[in-house]
């Protein structure tokens, strides 16, 4: 998998997300899903390598050729997700059906006082999970994310809505405070939010079949799991049409262990069952996949070797050395 997430232009300036949102706010939800047509149409037209890699995914997900109405019917579920973030973290709950499933087993892990990491995706919005947060305000939530990556559009979220920029760890930071912020954040008993599904430049990177090719995953996640001890659940927001998203939560380890000697076997082992389940979802919602960029590597390519272990902490460009292997938030 390459890093060219990283370098693709962000997709819309402050004053074009700023347009949309006072549209919104004058008009309401449903006249401006009418704008998302010629902006779907546009963003189609105008960004050729998202749309190979609409139709490389959808090619594989639906296993058939995808057509043009595929892809455009992806953009636009994308879209409406971004939209819908306006109402989302405007507290706007009311006009959504929101449905949640498996959130007991979130609950029963925080209502021992414990820490729990909750890895995400690029699959459905995320925005969706924060809702937790104010459905249950007994949910302290923590989200970590690069808030620099997408500066137009984090500016416009926390305009929104002040109180989320509280709750962000800022990826970004240096590799020792990021590792200590989630580490207090847990210790305190917070649900942890980040997104494990993309990696960085430069970042250690483990392969996976995934959807009938081999992509790339980040290890650091698993590597930050297995030091904090603490339970970990993915959770899912998944967009399901017209006003309705589905919450997935699911178990996904009571306590990731990660012996020194057999590092490199347990990570891949447990980055292909993580692949696995991002897989089941995949298939079960697949227009949600933002992702829009070449996902999967060549069969052949080589795959870089676990480095030697080093001190823990120890801050390297873009995260910290943990057994290892460098730490860091998805960028978004």
């Given at each position: 998998?390459?890093?060219?997430?990283?370098?693709?232009?962000?997709?819309?300036?402050?004053?074009?997300?700023?347009?949309?949102?006072?549209?919104?706010?004058?008009?309401?939800?449903?006249p401006t899903r009418?704008?998302?047509?010629?902006?779907?149409?546009?963003?189609?037209?105008?960004?050729?390598?998202?749309?190979?890699?609409?139709?490389?995914?959808?090619?594989?997900?639906?296993?058939?050729?995808?057509?043009?109405?595929?892809?455009?019917?992806?953009?636009?579920?994308?879209?409406?997700?971004?939209?819908?973030?306006?109402?989302?973290?405007?507290?706007?709950?009311?006009?959504?059906?929101?449905?949640?499933?498996?959130?007991?087993?979130?609950?029963?892990?925080?209502?021992?006082?414990?820490?729990?990491?909750?890895?995400?995706?690029?699959?459905?919005?995320?925005?969706?999970?924060?809702?937790?947060?104010?459905?249950?305000?007994?949910?302290?939530?923590?989200?970590?994310?690069?808030?620099?990556?997408?500066?137009?559009?984090?500016?416009?979220?926390?305009?929104?809505?002040?109180?989320?920029?509280?709750?962000?760890?800022?990826?970004?930071?240096?590799?020792?405070?990021?590792?200590?912020?989630?580490?207090?954040?847990?210790?305190?008993?917070?649900?942890?939010?980040?997104?494990v599904d993309r990696?960085?430049?430069?970042?250690?990177?483990?392969?996976?079949?995934?959807?009938?090719?081999?992509?790339?995953?980040?290890?650091?996640?698993?590597?930050?799991?297995?030091?904090?001890?603490?339970?970990?659940?993915?959770?899912?927001?998944?967009?399901?049409?017209?006003?309705?998203?589905?919450?997935?939560?699911?178990?996904?380890?009571?306590?990731?262990?990660?012996?020194?000697?057999?590092?490199?076997?347990?990570?891949?082992?447990?980055?292909?069952?993580?692949?696995?389940?991002?897989?089941?979802?995949?298939?079960?919602?697949?227009?949600?996949?933002?992702?829009?960029?070449?996902?999967?590597?060549?069969?052949?390519?080589?795959?870089?070797?676990?480095?030697?272990?080093?001190?823990?902490?120890?801050?390297?460009?873009?995260?910290?050395?943990?057994?290892?292997?460098?730490?860091?938030?998805?960028?978004?």
């Open positions: 998998m390459s890093d060219s997430w990283v370098e693709r232009p962000e997709g819309g300036s402050r004053l074009a997300f700023g347009l949309i949102r006072t549209i919104a706010e004058v008009v309401g939800r449903g009418l704008l998302l047509w010629p902006i779907t149409a546009y963003y189609v037209l105008a960004r050729g390598p998202e749309r190979r890699a609409s139709r490389d995914y959808l090619s594989r997900v639906l296993g058939r050729p995808a057509r043009w109405r595929d892809v455009f019917r992806h953009v636009h579920v994308f879209s409406a997700t971004i939209l819908d973030r306006v109402f989302l973290l405007g507290g706007e709950l009311a006009r959504f059906d929101l449905r949640v499933e498996g959130v007991e087993q979130l609950v029963e892990q925080l209502d021992h006082g414990r820490g729990v990491l909750m890895f995400g995706s690029h699959l459905g919005s995320f925005e969706v999970l924060r809702m937790l947060a104010i459905q249950r305000p007994q949910v302290q939530l923590r989200v970590v994310l690069d808030v620099g990556h997408n500066p137009a559009l984090t500016q416009l979220l926390d305009s929104l809505n002040p109180g989320v920029a509280k709750t962000v760890i800022d990826a970004g930071q240096d590799g020792p405070s990021l590792l200590l912020a989630i580490k207090e954040a847990t210790d305190a008993g917070a649900l942890v939010a980040m997104l990696i960085q430049p430069g970042q250690a990177s483990h392969p996976a079949s995934f959807l009938g090719g081999t992509a790339r995953f980040p290890a650091a996640p698993w590597l930050v799991a297995s030091v904090l001890k603490v339970p970990v659940l993915l959770g899912f927001g998944l967009y399901r049409g017209g006003n309705r998203y589905d919450l997935v939560f699911e178990m996904f380890d009571p306590c990731i262990r990660i012996e020194r000697r057999q590092r490199q076997h347990a990570l891949q082992a447990i980055i292909q069952r993580y692949a696995d389940r991002l897989q089941h979802h995949v298939r079960n919602a697949p227009y949600n996949w933002f992702n829009f960029y070449d996902f999967w590597q060549p069969e052949d390519e080589a795959i870089d070797p676990v480095p030697a272990p080093g001190p823990a902490g120890r801050a390297m460009a873009g995260g910290t050395v943990v057994a290892g292997e460098r730490v860091g938030g998805d960028r978004g």
